[in-house]
Structure formats: C-alpha cells, structure tokens
C-alpha cells in the first residue's frame, strides 16, 4: 500500500489539436509513457493523487475520454483541479464524484484519507505576472500592479477553499496533513506565502504541487525542505511522467 502523484497529464484524445507534443520530445507519446509508468508502479491498493490539468477537453463531453483513459490506471485515483481543467466548474465537484462514484475521487472543498493522513487539497495560485524585465541583465525591475492585485483575490478564494477541506478533516479527528496544489506554493517573487504559511502552522509533513513545465520552469518554487515541510514538483515533464512516492 502506497500513496503516489503525478501533475500535468494534459490529455488531448478528443482534442488533438492540443496535443503537447509541440513543446518538445518530452512530450512526444506522453499518456502512453504515463500509463506504462503508472501501470508499473502503482497497484490496485495504492491510491493515486494526479494534481491537475488533467484534460483539454472545454466541457465534460469533450473530457470524457480523458478521465476515462485516467479511471482505468489501477489503484485510487484522486483528482485535484488544474486551471486547465475546464470540464470541472467550482461549483461542481460533487456532481462529477456522483459520476465517477467509486471509479474517481475528485478533491476540492473536501478530503480523502491514506492511512492515517488527511490529503487536503486545491487548484491554488500563485503570481505569474506580467513581470518586466531589463533586457541586458535579465533581471526583473517590476510587475502589472492590477494583475498582482487581482491575484491576491484569486489566492484568497484557494485558501478559503483549501481551510475548508482542513476544517473538514479536522472535525473528523485527523491530525496529519498533506497538501496537495496544482499551482506552486509561492511564486518567483516571494519565499513564503499563504499556502506555505498555512502548511506550516498546520504541522504539515508534505505540499505536493505541478503546474511549473520546461527546464526554465522547474524551479520557480520551493524544492526539498522549507521550514520543517517537503515540497516536490510532480509535473508530468519534470517525472517524466513517472510518479512519485509520497507515503509508504
């Protein structure tokens, strides 16, 4: 029994136009390496968190392929919301747990257990610019006010939405924690956040996150240990399509 993740699978089979295989080799075949990978390393006891951007389908018809082809990997699969995900409304995560009752588990304004840990979760967000940048040094000089005030919003309703499912938790007696975004938990301009923040003063072991694609990409957020809590990129480029061990 374990628990596993993997970000970022970008299914395109009733969009093929959307296909990510313009964005490079890695791309090239990816749902077929995800689910070798997947159909290696997880087994029908595992649970499985895939941490967003899940499909390019624009409404659940368009999806169902998709979340199809994700409902057949062995194990639990647990699905977080991506900003990508267009086929999941906010207001309709209980409607696509009625659907895919018992086949997929969809996280948002809820929690899933493993073992004894609560898997609390939420698309998140963090500042992604408009930045400015001086051209001979490279570095950032400044930043779309308007835009960054309109992200605080944007991150106050993900953390609004993510207390929620720890509140929830909470009033169920559970007492470990892991956090599960699809965004990173800070953005190339800060060091701490409101998700690092709430992971921190929750005594949380672990703050899974994807979102961030490219080598040029990969380290825009926190890796490794961060005052007292593990952060892991599970990107589906950055694995190679190969999850991650979360829990034993």
């Known amino acids: 029994m374990a628990l596993y993740a993997l970000g970022d699978l970008h299914l395109s089979f009733s969009n093929p136009e959307k296909s990510q295989e313009r964005f490079g080799k890695i791309w090239k075949d990816h749902e077929w390496k995800a689910k070798k990978n997947i159909e290696k390393l997880v087994k029908p006891d595992d649970t499985l968190v895939l941490t ?25 699969k647990i699905l977080l919301r991506g900003n990508h995900d267009h086929f999941w409304k906010a ?15 969809f996280l948002q304004n809820n929690f899933y257990t493993y073992k004894d840990y609560a898997l609390v979760g939420t698309k998140g967000f963090c500042f992604e610019g408009p930045f400015y940048v001086d051209t001979r040094t490279n570095m950032i000089t400044g930043y779309d006010r308007d835009a960054f005030e309109h992200s605080k919003e944007l991150i106050e309703r993900e953390r609004s939405r993510l207390v929620t499912g720890i509140n929830a938790a ?46 040029e990409r990969f380290h825009d957020s926190i890796h490794g240990m961060h005052h007292g809590v593990k952060y892991s990129l599970v990107s589906g480029d950055y694995l190679n399509f190969k999850p991650i061990k979360v829990l034993k």
Request: aromatic share 12%.
């Open 170 to 215: 909470k009033e169920a007696g559970f007492k470990k924690f892991i956090i599960f975004l699809h965004y990173p938990p800070t953005s190339i301009l800060e060091t701490d956040s409101t998700f690092t923040r709430i992971a921190e003063e929750l005594g949380v072991e672990q703050v899974i996150y994807s979102h961030s694609h490219g080598r």
């Open 52 to 76: 967003g951007d899940h499909s390019w389908g624009n409404n659940l018809v368009q999806s169902q392929r998709d979340l199809e082809f994700i409902a057949a990997f062995p194990g639990r």
């Open 91 to 105: 207001n309709q995560t209980k409607k696509l747990n009625d659907i895919f009752k018992g086949r997929l588990y």
